[in-house]
């Protein structure tokens, strides 16, 4: 069962079945929106990337995105940069594998962001979304539509973390600017 | 007019002075069988293969090529022979395909010899097949016909040949298909088989530099946050391809098998072999057991991706490498922060002047202690869970390496025999962390060498225990001798040259295992005029192949050229060298590795001080070994500081004798 996740929104990360969650995966699609003019086939190519940042106790600690794909530890791993979205056709074009096990004791709070590489705002982004999806079997926990961003670069998309022994997502939906995460780290912070 | 015939096809020929012309679009082995009216061949002498071309009545070619053209004269053979047999057969050991499915369809024509064809026939369906009998040419009533047949047999030759009653038929398998490698060797020259996929055994999503660069050393940057290569997704790493043959046929699965229908008169004849299966996919590596839950999985040898168990093992091996990378960067991550965090509160607390008073202060400095006491017990626990887990992987994966991976008191060493075929990689020591006492991860790069190494002589950056700089040079030399002996038992026979530079003879006692067992190609040289009489023949050599790969002709090297890969081992450097031997080394250094040219320096870098930094390249162009434990090795994942201690043999064992001497007893028939 899909919970269209909202703004703000939280949700336990434990199975109904009263077990704990091992493996997430973090999945990002879009779609370039058609542009018309003179030359109607030559669509805009976008670039989004999506990063994840591993926190401890509000310090950034380890960083997984284009240019690092594995955490140090190697319990956070991106599966490859995307240059231009649509492959999937509603697929993931680009996905944050995350092995909540393994994940260093220090660690307590994971951020995922997505950022526009090339500059377009999500008001040229089609059909994007970000979810979450149970990577032992595949099913879909949570979702959440990018589209309608406006005039952003950016989107502090949810945080994993710690709530008792398990772990808890909730969405966070913060639009932002910038290139890369690095300069999210400043709209990231509240969040923590 | 052609005959197109399908399987089973028979047609009649009207000449007796026939060729028979066969296409396929890779280099495979074409060849002949004589059998008689039993359809049993009698002996090695009724085979016609590429190391015995010629028969009464027949010719085939010396080598594997991508098309032939194989000459009959029918009437020629002996009156016992009843059938011919013409065969193909993909080479082994070479690096090229396994399996007919992977390359494109046979095809072979009978033809007159004005090029007319008679018949042609076009061998499809064949998949993990690397042996085929595409054609018969039989005698019925006085007159000879041909038919089409396209068996084929996953087991190659060898099984191929048993199946027409030759006892000899593995012995010979193996005899041919050593012609065309030497063959293959020779028009292809250096470098050995690499395909472009076999770098990518280990490197899914890492943007880290992958398993065959791995030794950037403290010098180089570990890659940290070098650029990824995009789209580099892990699903689309399709596993390494074709690294290493699949050998060894697998297990027979009966179902399989198609049915053998008895032939009776009148019914098409079934030529589907009884032992014949219909695909033949790798055998499955072997999986853990379903663990207990709550439980690790108990860990079993070559439990990993790979089409052989030897590419399974290496990677396995690499997986247990990365594994404890991150395993250790996890704790050392987590004791960082759990120090940082303490400090900060202690700070704090001593900043806080209310503190001052009471006993508040104390109480808050004992909570930060607390707390850091606290994460690094879980971060300790953690690292311990994973240790634990590696350490009996370790323990089931040790004993089950083959030699070239093993240490030197792997029992696998006293079974030792010369190899056929060139492993993957060779272990070159241990590597551990301060974290994993006890447990250390084999050291294994990928054969053939891609960079020199050079077996450190120097006493700079070991500690105080081994102050006599003497005897850190024997120690040097005596673990080049080690690692140069272990090159030499992996490679067949006659495919791996060691030369010895050693200027004041001041290595003769360590390398008397290689001396005496005559497993060296002379003896070591001596002095400036032996140090540039090998230089100057290994330039040349380099000099030679590279011209003729870059003009195309690598048929045509010089008669009686050694093809075997060469490793020069150098002592004392820069001992004995002028400029023009120290710019020959360098050119070795460089342009050596991709045309089979290896270079070993035993050597002090201080001892070159005086050329300055000119020769900082050539160091750094080689990967540093230590004759003692020391911990200048860094992994592509986190770049930690791997401590590294060589593969030694151990004291007073006798295997690398025992060794040293299989191998110059096969090498002797090489006359090498």
């Known amino acids: 069962m899909t919970v269209n996740m909202t703004k703000g929104q939280a949700i336990s990360l434990q199975k109904n079945d009263g077990g704990t969650l091992t493996a997430v995966r973090m999945g990002l699609g879009w779609q370039a929106a058609p542009r018309r003019g003179l030359f109607g086939s030559r669509t805009r190519e976008i670039d989004l990337d999506a990063s994840a940042v591993l926190f401890a106790d509000k310090q950034p600690v380890d960083v997984v995105f284009f240019r690092h794909l594995v955490s140090d530890d190697g319990s956070v791993r991106h599966t490859g940069d995307n240059l231009v979205g649509g492959v999937g056709q509603g697929g993931d074009d680009e996905a944050i594998l995350v092995d909540l096990q393994r994940i260093p004791v220090h660690i307590d709070q994971i951020v995922f962001t997505v950022n526009s590489f090339t500059g377009q705002t999500f008001q040229e982004v089609q059909n994007a979304f970000c979810r979450l999806v149970d990577e032992t079997n595949g099913q879909e926990l949570a979702r959440y539509t990018l589209a309608g961003g406006g005039q952003y670069t950016a989107q502090i998309m949810a945080k994993v973390h710690r709530a008792g022994a398990g772990w808890q997502m909730t969405a966070l939906g913060t639009p932002a600017n910038g290139r890369t995460f690095q300069d999210l780290m400043p709209a990231i912070l509240p969040h923590l | ?672």
């Open chain 2, 1 to 672: 007019m052609t005959a197109e015939l399908v399987r089973g096809q028979n047609h009649s020929l009207s000449q007796v002075r026939l060729e028979v012309r066969v296409s396929a679009g890779k280099p495979i082995v074409a060849g002949a069988t004589l059998s008689d009216e039993q359809g049993k061949v009698r002996g090695v002498e009724w085979v016609a293969h590429p190391g015995a071309p010629t028969l009464p009545g027949l010719e085939v070619s010396k080598q594997a090529a991508a098309d032939h053209r194989l000459a009959f004269d029918l009437d020629a053979l002996p009156e016992t022979v009843h059938r011919v047999s013409v065969l193909l057969a993909l080479p082994s050991g070479v690096g090229g395909p396994v399996r007919f499915g992977a390359v494109a369809a046979p095809f072979v024509a009978v033809t007159g010899l004005d090029g007319s064809e008679v018949a042609s026939y076009t061998i499809t369906g064949l998949d993990a097949e690397s042996a085929v009998v595409a054609l018969e040419l039989y005698r019925r009533q006085g007159a000879w016909k041909v038919r089409a047949v396209g068996q084929g047999y996953a087991g190659g030759l060898a099984e191929l040949l048993t199946d027409q009653g030759l006892p000899e038929a593995q012995q010979l398998a193996g005899s041919i298909n050593e012609a065309v490698v030497q063959g293959l060797a020779r028009s292809v020259a250096a470098p050995p088989p690499r395909t472009p996929d076999g770098d990518r055994s280990r490197q899914a999503a890492t943007s880290a530099p992958g398993p065959d660069q791995p030794y950037t050393g403290p010098q180089g940057s570990a890659g940290h946050v070098a650029p990824a290569p995009l789209s580099s997704s892990p699903y689309d790493a399709a596993g390494p391809q074709g690294t290493t043959a699949p050998q060894g046929s697998p297990a027979p699965d009966p179902s399989a098998v198609t049915q053998p229908a008895a032939p009776t008169a009148g019914d098409p004849i079934n030529y589907s072999h009884p032992g014949r299966q219909t695909a033949a996919p790798p055998p499955p590596p072997p999986t853990a057991p379903p663990a207990p839950p709550g439980q690790p999985a108990q860990p079993v040898a070559g439990d990993a991706t790979g089409w052989s168990m030897e590419e399974r093992l290496y990677n396995q091996v690499w997986g247990m490498f990365e594994d404890l990378a991150r395993t250790a960067a996890a704790y050392r991550s987590a004791v960082d922060f759990a120090d940082s965090r303490m400090e900060q509160e202690l700070d704090k607390v001593l900043s806080d002047p209310r503190s001052r008073i009471g006993g508040q202060g104390d109480a808050a400095r004992e909570a930060a202690q607390a707390k850091h006491a606290q994460l690094v017990d879980q971060a300790r626990a953690a690292l311990d869970r994973d240790l634990a887990q590696l350490t009996a992987e370790a323990d089931v994966v040790e004993p089950a390496l083959p030699a070239a991976y093993a240490r030197w008191d792997n029992p696998v060493w006293h079974g030792y025999r010369v190899p056929m075929e060139i492993p993957m990689a060779l272990r070159l020591g241990d590597l551990h962390l301060p974290e994993s006492e006890g447990l250390s991860i084999p050291m294994l790069v990928r054969l053939p060498l891609e960079r020199g190494l050079w077996i450190d002589s120097g006493r700079a950056g070991l500690d105080g225990s081994l102050v006599d700089s003497d005897e850190v040079r024997r120690l040097a030399m005596d673990t080049a001798v080690a690692h140069a002996a272990r090159l030499l038992a992996v490679y067949p026979a006659g495919e791996f040259t060691v030369h010895v530079i050693d200027p004041a003879g001041s290595g003769a006692s360590s390398l008397m295992p290689l001396v005496q067992s005559g497993v060296l190609d002379g003896p070591p040289a001596a002095g400036a005029a032996g140090v540039a009489d090998v230089l100057a023949r290994l330039t040349q050599r380099v000099d030679l192949v590279q011209m003729a790969m870059r003009g195309g002709a690598a048929d045509s090297l010089p008669p009686g050229f050694d093809t075997a890969e060469q490793l020069l081992i150098v002592n004392d450097f820069p001992h004995g060298f002028d400029d023009r031997a120290v710019t020959q080394l360098r050119y070795l250094a460089d342009e050596g590795p991709a045309v089979g040219v290896h270079l070993m320096m035993v050597a002090d870098r201080e001892d070159a001080a005086a050329y300055g930094p000119l020769l900082d390249p050539l160091w750094r162009s080689l990967l540093r070994l230590t004759p003692v434990p020391d911990d200048h090795l860094a992994d592509p994942w986190v770049g930690h500081a791997w401590t590294y201690e060589p593969a030694l043999v151990p004291a007073g064992s006798q295997v690398l004798q025992q060794v040293l001497a299989q191998v110059a007893a096969a090498r002797r028939p090489w006359n090498r």
